[in-house]
């Protein structure tokens, strides 16, 4: 299994970014995706996670309100729309996907990640 993880980039304060993820090399339906971050000198940080038929989603409180999760299955791909950036979203993004029907704000729930992408924000 490969995810790929794309469309960050550097961005200014109060504006969006929207990420991707393409999971490839699947044998399985069914899975939770989640999206996690880690800036440097911090410990990896739960983003948000998505149920594979989309109807539920859990977010870190940090970005509640501001993105927003979503998946379309047909096209294999998840989102994750980010709005009202901030400087403290600056990190790496990493899209993970856990074979478990629970949402998870723990990364050790998660079988597979991808490399992530580099999220700028300047303020």
């Known amino acids: 299994v490969q995810l790929q993880a794309s469309g960050g980039g550097l961005v200014q304060a109060g504006g969006s970014l929207r990420l991707s993820c393409a999971p490839s090399?699947?044998?399985?339906?069914?899975?939770?995706i989640g999206w996690f971050r880690q800036a440097p000198g911090k410990e990896r940080e739960f983003v948000a996670a998505?149920?594979?038929?989309?109807?539920?989603?859990l977010y870190g409180d940090s970005v509640k309100g501001r993105f927003t999760i979503s998946r379309d299955n047909a096209e294999n791909t998840e989102y994750l729309q980010m709005n009202s950036l901030k400087s403290e979203d600056t990190a790496v993004y990493y899209c993970?996907?856990?074979?478990?029907?629970?949402?998870?704000?723990?990364?050790?729930?998660?079988?597979?990640w991808g490399q992530g992408t580099q999220v700028t924000v300047s303020s």
């Open positions: 090399g699947l044998t399985f339906d069914d899975y939770v």
């Open positions: 993970a996907i856990s074979r478990g029907i629970l949402l998870q704000y723990n990364a050790r729930s998660y079988d597979y």
């Open positions: 998505i149920s594979w038929s989309g109807g539920s989603t």
